[in-house]
């Protein structure tokens, strides 16, 4: 028996069909805002939306990154659900963001294939239009991570990152970045400096409250705009 794996090198992935996922249903249940849109878990979200909007009340583009202190707080999905409640808005064009180079998710969530995204479009590998991809949902764009580099942190160079976000906001409303969780990598903290705010997620019951502190802190000293805490893992019952 082989004591050393070997390593195998990463798949190489190719620029998106045109129009790929404009005809892929969404499918997955804890997406609720597609799937129980009445629900209370769905208002919920609604509330969030209407609170970021409140905050921005000359309607100007605006980028959000969303973030938690450890893995498994549900932040993929609460920025999706995010997403989806922001294209209720008339006229309103949203694009998410895949952050999470080493571990990407959106796509999986959304029943499509990985392809080229984020990472090819700032290592100057792929043009940033073809980076986008419709979703069946109307006025909500997706780009996935991407290839994941031989040194991940080169996937996340904030001067150019900075730069694509600011021709992004040309054509997006909003702009949700999921990113990994900021305990575990500096792309969150680096990342924060450039959006226009954070949203930190929470497992209820789970997250230990001196981590979600000490993360909350470090992202505003390195001087992110902390816009507020995002609860999950609530049941539809659990109205308190």
Do not use: C
């Not at 590998?125 to 979703?135: G, K, N, V, W």
């Not at 694509?164 to 409303?173: F, G």
């Not at 930190?200 to 001087?223: A, I, Q």
Request: aromatic share 2%; glycine share 8%; no cysteine.
């Amino acid at each position: 028996m082989a004591l050393f794996r070997r390593r195998t090198a990463p798949r190489k992935l190719e620029p998106a069909p045109r129009g790929e996922g404009r005809d892929v249903p969404i499918k997955r249940e804890e997406l609720v805002m597609a799937h129980r849109p009445a629900g209370h878990i769905a208002e919920q979200y609604r509330r969030l939306r209407n609170s970021i909007q409140a905050l921005n009340p000359d309607g100007a583009a605006r980028t959000v990154l969303v973030t938690s202190a450890v893995r498994g707080e549900g932040k993929s999905v609460a920025t999706l659900n995010l997403a989806l409640a922001m294209v209720e808005v008339p006229r309103m064009r949203v694009l998410v963001i895949d952050g999470h180079v080493r571990n990407p998710s959106l796509e999986r969530y959304l029943g499509l294939p990985r392809r080229q995204g984020l990472t090819d479009v700032i290592l100057g590998l792929l043009p940033l239009e073809q980076a986008i991809r419709p979703t069946s949902v109307d006025r909500l764009d997706l780009m996935g991570a991407g290839t994941l580099p031989d040194d991940p942190r080169l996937g996340l160079v904030v001067e150019r990152a900075q730069s694509i976000l600011h021709t992004l906001k040309r054509h997006y409303d909003y702009i949700l970045i999921d990113m990994a969780p900021a305990m575990l990598v500096a792309e969150p903290s680096l990342m924060g400096t450039i959006a226009d705010g954070i949203v930190l997620v929470v497992r209820l019951g789970e997250t230990p409250k001196h981590l979600v502190e000490e993360t909350y802190n470090m992202l505003e000293n390195l001087g992110g705009n902390v816009l507020g805490t995002l609860v999950t893992g609530a049941s539809e019952t659990d109205r308190g």
